[in-house]
C-alpha cells in the first residue's frame, strides 16, 4: 500500500506559512508501515485541487489531506471531492447537529455559512472533529481493479492530530494486510539537537527497524516514538520495554519524560521532589514563567502536588540585569530556596545569546547559552534550557527520578 499527503491552501503555495501537516502525516503513515511516496501542495482553486486529486488517486492507494474544510467561499476541497467522483453534495443531519450544537453551546446561532462544513459528497462518511466546526471526509473511490481510499482533514494542526489519533489513524490499521496491534510510546529529550541524538542511538533510528524508531523536533525538544507490531499489547510493550531501555541507556539525563509530559513538569517534579521551591525573575518574555506557572496550577489542580513553583517576575527589557542578580531577586522576591535568572536575549555577530543563572544559599552558577536562527525561537529556546538546568541540577543534588520512569 502506498500513500500520498496533500496539503491545500494558497498560504502554502505562496509561501506565507509553512506546512508543518505534510510532514507530521507522513511520520504517522511511516509508523502504521504506510510508505509515502509523494507530497502535493494546491492552491485553493477548484481546478487546482481536482487536478492534485486525481493525480492522487491514480497513483496511490491511500491519498491524505489538509486544508479547505472551512466555511468560507475559498474553502473547496468538499466540492472537489464532489466533483473528482461526479456525485452531489448533500448535507449530513448528524453533522449539522453538532456544528450547531458547537454554536450553541457558546450562546450564538450557527451562521449559514458554516451549513457548508456538514455536506458531504454521496458516499463520503463524516470524520468527526471534537475540537472544531469541520468535520474530515472519508471517501472511496475506483472499482475492485482500481481503488482509493481519501481521507480529509482541516489544516488546523490540533483539530488535523486529535482526527487522525482518534480515527483515521485506527481506519487506516486496519485495513493494512496482515493487521497486527500497535503500540506506540513518546521518549521526550531536551539538551541535544535531533542529528546529535540520533548518532548516540547506534542502528536504533533507520526505515524498516522493528520496533520502529522515528525522531521529531519542536523548539529544541526531541521527541523519540517507539512504535511496535505484535500479536496484542503485551507483545507490543515487551518489545518497547527493549528497545527504551537501549534508549535511557544511550542518552542518560538527556531524557526528561514520557508522552504528553513537558519539560515544565519534568521542572517542577525535580524541584518538588527535593523539597524545594522556586523563584523566577527574568527579563522580557523568555515564557519560563508562565509556562511554570501555567503547569504548575495544572499539576496543583488534577494532582495536589505541592506548589514547587513560589513565583515568577518579568521585567520590563530596558531593566538590563545580569543573570546572578536576576536570580538572587526571584529567590529573595518570593522566599524561595532556589532562584532561577533569565538576562535579556540579546543579538551578538548574528547569533542571540542570553545568560541563565540558578542560585541557592549556598551556591550558584551561570551558564550563556547562545542560539543561531530565529529571535523568536531562541527565546522559547532560552526558557527550556532555563528550566532544563534547574531540572538537572534538582537530579544531580537528589538523584530525582525521571518522569515517566
Known amino acids: 500500500m502506498l500513500a500520498e499527503v496533500i496539503a491545500i491552501g494558497d498560504e502554502l503555495v ?111 462518511r463524516e470524520i468527526p472533529n471534537p475540537n472544531g466546526t469541520a468535520p474530515g471526509i472519508d471517501l472511496s473511490i475506483g472499482d475492485a481493479g482500481r481503488s482509493c481510499r481519501i481521507f480529509t482533514l482541516p489544516g488546523v494542526p490540533a483539530e ?32 541535544a539537537g535531533e542529528s546529535a541524538i540520533e548518532a548516540l542511538l547506534p542502528d536504533l533510528v533507520r526505515r524498516g527497524r522493528e520496533p520502529l524508531v522515528g525522531i521529531t523536533a519542536h523548539e529544541a525538544t526531541i521527541t523519540l516514538r517507539i512504535a511496535a507490531r505484535g500479536r496484542d499489547e503485551a507483545d507490543c510493550q515487551r518489545r518497547i520495554a527493549a528497545t527504551e531501555a537501549v534508549i535511557r541507556e544511550c542518552l542518560g539525563e538527556l531524557v526528561f519524560g514520557v508522552e504528553d509530559e513537558e519539560l515544565e513538569d519534568a521542572t517542577l517534579g525535580a524541584v518538588a521532589a527535593a523539597g524545594g521551591t522556586l523563584g523566577i525573575a527574568e527579563v522580557g518574555t523568555s515564557g519560563a514563567a508562565v509556562a511554570l506557572a501555567g503547569r504548575a496550577a495544572a499539576d496543583r489542580h488534577s494532582a495536589g502536588l505541592p506548589a514547587a513553583l513560589a513565583g515568577g517576575l518579568v521585567l520590563p527589557p530596558q531593566d538590563v ?23 535579556p536575549v540579546l543579538l551578538v555577530d548574528g547569533a542571540c545569546t542570553v545568560d541563565v543563572a540558578l542560585i541557592d544559599a549556598d551556591r550558584s552558577q551561570t551558564v550563556q547559552h547562545v542560539f543561531a536562527g530565529d529571535p523568536e525561537l531562541a527565546v522559547r529556546r532560552a526558557a527550556k534550557a532555563a528550566l532544563d538546568l534547574v531540572r538537572r541540577t534538582m537530579r544531580k543534588r537528589r538523584m530525582v527520578p525521571e518522569a515517566g520512569r
Open 14 to 124: 505562496s509561501g506565507q506559512r509553512l506546512d508543518t501537516n505534510s510532514r507530521w502525516l507522513s511520520a504517522e503513515l511511516g509508523v502504521l508501515g504506510v510508505p509515502v511516496t509523494f507530497h502535493t501542495t494546491a492552491a485553493d482553486t477548484l481546478e487546482a485541487g481536482l487536478e492534485a486529486f486525481r493525480v492522487a488517486a491514480g497513483r496511490a492507494d491511500l491519498v491524505v489531506a489538509t486544508g479547505g474544510l472551512g466555511p468560507t467561499a475559498d474553502d473547496l476541497t468538499r466540492d472537489v471531492l464532489a466533483a473528482l467522483v461526479d456525485r452531489p453534495l448533500v448535507v449530513s443531519p448528524t453533522a449539522l447537529e453538532t456544528i450547531a450544537a458547537r454554536f450553541a453551546a457558546r450562546g450564538m446561532p450557527c451562521p449559514e455559512s458554516n451549513r457548508r462544513q456538514a455536506m458531504f459528497p454521496v458516499g463520503g
Open 160 to 191: 488535523m492530530r486529535t482526527m487522525w489519533r482518534l480515527t483515521v489513524g485506527p481506519a487506516i490499521a486496519a485495513i493494512l494486510p496482515a493487521a497486527a496491534t500497535i503500540v506506540q510510546r513518546r521518549i521526550k529529550c531536551f539538551g
Open 321 to 343: 540585569l545580569d543573570a546572578t542578580t536576576l536570580a538572587r531577586r526571584g529567590r529573595d522576591e518570593f522566599a524561595a530556596q532556589l532562584g532561577l535568572g533569565i538576562g
